[in-house]
Every structure is written in structure tokens, then in C-alpha cells.
């Protein structure tokens, strides 16, 4: 999340809106919130995860990383899933994908 909270003005400049999800309580996702530019949903469940397609950690309780970019006409066009700490997407990833889609003329 640091990394994207680093580029978050160059995502805004590209008219992007950055939220993430939490499992954790309100008052602790408050608290991690704070220290990002950009919200942060609290409560996601296993029944959350597994309609996403994403894996659920039962042992601790929590989400494994599962990001998606959304289009603007809000169909998702790209989506990654982790089954560890490992393989989340780097924001100039990110930053690279959508300067490629917004070049290419709509279809």
C-alpha cells in the first residue's frame, strides 16, 4: 500500500480512485487509514473473499491480496490474487497498464 500511496498523485492526475479493504475492525482500519491518501473499507469476511475469488486466511482471519483495476465504464480489467504475502502488484505497474489503455482508442 506504500507504494501506491507514493504515486497516488500521479493515479489522481490519470483521474483514478485508489479505496482498500480490510478485515479488520472499524476502529483499527481507521487507525491504519489514517496514514494512507485514500480510504479504507473495514469488515471484509470469508464469504466476502470467496466471492471475489480470493483466499481467506482462516487461521488468522484476513484476506490475502487480491487487486483489481476497474475501467470506467466499471468492468474489471485486470485482477491479481495472492495466496501469501507475496505478488501485489508495484504502482508503476499500475501507472503503466492504465497510460497503455487510455492510449488505445476506445472499442
Known amino acids: 500500500m506504500a507504494g501506491i500511496a507514493g504515486k497516488i498523485e500521479e493515479l489522481r492526475a490519470l483521474g ?7 478485515a479488520d475492525a472499524a476502529d483499527k482500519a ?5 496514514t494512507l491518501p485514500f480510504p479504507v ?7 466476502m473473499a470467496s ?5 481467506w486466511e482462516p487461521k488468522r482471519g484476513f484476506i490475502q491480496p487480491s ?17 501469501g504475502p507475496i505478488g501485489r502488484v508495484e504502482a508503476s505497474d499500475i501507472l503503466s497498464l492504465i497510460r497503455f489503455r487510455e492510449s488505445k482508442p476506445a472499442q
Open 67 to 83: 487487486e483489481f483495476i476497474v475501467g470506467r465504464d466499471g468492468r474489471v480489467v485486470s485482477s491479481t490474487y495472492s495466496s
Open 51 to 55: 466471492l471475489l475469488g480470493a483466499w
Open 41 to 47: 473499507a473495514y469488515g471484509v469476511t470469508s464469504e
Open 16 to 22: 483514478v480512485d485508489v479505496v482498500a479493504a480490510s
Open 30 to 34: 481507521r487507525e491504519f487509514g489514517a
